[in-house]
């Protein structure tokens, strides 16, 4: 079984962990639409891909 040597002080400890963190979604503008979305996905507002549509959306919920 492992069993640490020594005592890992506070400070050691938390600058081992200075790196675990959530990263901040990238999010860009549709160019149709200019609701903001993940880059390299359809839009869910307009249904565009790279300026082509690709799924029909309905007008009533807009």
Known sequence: M?????K?????RNKRRTHYKL???????????HTLKPPHVVC???GTY????VVKVDEAKS
Not at 2 to 6: D, F, I, Q
Not at 50 to 53: Q, S
């Open 8 to 12: 890992v002080s506070k400070q050691r």
């Open 23 to 33: 990263a901040a979604p990238n999010l860009v503008a549709c160019p149709k639409c």
């Open 44 to 46: 869910m507002e307009c």
């Open 50 to 53: 790279d300026g082509k549509e």
């Open 2 to 6: 492992a069993v640490p040597k020594s």
